[in-house]
Every structure is written in structure tokens, then in C-alpha cells.
């Protein structure tokens, strides 16, 4: 499940949201994305991707893989989402962190970097 569901989170990623950060834990998963404009060859854009529909897609998307590698037809997902906006560099660097330490604080690695379902861009700038 974990797999399905990172690949579904990154294959948007420069495509219609850009992905700071993201991990996949076997009862959850956290994402920090900005959404990108509909026009990105507009620098003052005021439209963007849809948070929403980007992330029904996401659960749409890893659920059917899921349930055809396991040959059922099932929800996966729950319907409610939990979003918020970031709204400064400090918000910003703590969220990071917080998705990228998300594995260590529940025991199954050391350090983030060893856990297989994370996928951070770097730092949150």
C-alpha cells in the first residue's frame, strides 16, 4: 500500500504541486505540497490546482492499484482529508520536519532517511 500511495503523491509533483515532503506510514500519510498555478507561465497567477481534487486523486489512484495488486474492490481511504495552510518559513521548517521524523517518532527507523516511504526534496525553502 505504501508504495502505491508515494508514487501517486509524486507523480503530481512538478506537474501540479510541488512535493517538500512527504511519507506514507502504514495508517496514515502526510504531505507538504504547495499547489501550482493552472498557468505556470503566469507570474501573477491567482488560479491553482485544486488541493482537493489532487488529493481524491491521489487516494483514487493508490486505492485501485492496491486493491488490484490484492484482487479486492474495497475503500482504502477515508473520505475526510486534514489540511492547513502554512503560513511562514518557521510553520514551513516545523511541518518538514515533522513529516520527515514521522517514521522515527514511531519506531520503525533511526534516522529518516532509512525509511522506504519518505521522500523529502530537500529542505522547505
Same mark, same amino acid.
Given at each position: 500500500m505504501?508504495?502505491?500511495a @508515494? #508514487?501517486? !503523491?509524486r507523480?503530481?509533483?512538478?506537474? *501540479?504541486?510541488?512535493?517538500?515532503?512527504? /511519507?506514507?506510514?502504514? #495508517?496514515?500519510?502526510?504531505?507538504?505540497v504547495?499547489? @501550482?498555478?493552472?498557468? &505556470? &507561465? #503566469?507570474? &501573477?497567477?491567482?488560479?491553482?490546482?485544486?488541493?482537493?481534487?489532487?488529493?481524491?486523486?491521489?487516494?483514487?489512484?493508490?486505492?485501485?492499484a !492496491?486493491?488490484?495488486?490484492?484482487? *479486492?474492490?474495497?475503500?482504502?481511504?477515508?473520505?475526510?482529508?486534514?489540511?492547513? !495552510? /502554512? *503560513?511562514?518559513?518557521?510553520?514551513l521548517?516545523? &511541518?518538514?520536519?515533522? !513529516? *520527515?521524523?514521522?517514521?522515527?517518532k514511531a519506531?520503525?527507523?533511526?534516522?529518516p532517511? @532509512?525509511?522506504q516511504?519518505?521522500y523529502?526534496?530537500?529542505r522547505?525553502?
Open positions: 505504501t508504495a502505491h @508515494l #508514487d501517486a !503523491i507523480f503530481w509533483d512538478t506537474k *501540479r504541486w510541488t512535493v517538500h515532503a512527504a /511519507v506514507v506510514m502504514p #495508517d496514515h500519510a502526510h504531505a507538504l504547495r499547489p @501550482l498555478p493552472l498557468d &505556470t &507561465t #503566469d507570474v &501573477t497567477a491567482r488560479e491553482f490546482y485544486s488541493l482537493p481534487e489532487l488529493t481524491k486523486s491521489v487516494k483514487g489512484y493508490s486505492a485501485r !492496491i486493491n488490484r495488486r490484492q484482487g *479486492r474492490s474495497e475503500a482504502l481511504w477515508q473520505d475526510e482529508g486534514y489540511d492547513r !495552510i /502554512v *503560513r511562514n518559513d518557521r510553520e521548517e516545523e &511541518t518538514w520536519g515533522y !513529516i *520527515r521524523f514521522n517514521p522515527v519506531g520503525f527507523v533511526a534516522e532517511e @532509512l525509511y516511504w519518505l523529502s526534496a530537500g522547505a525553502d
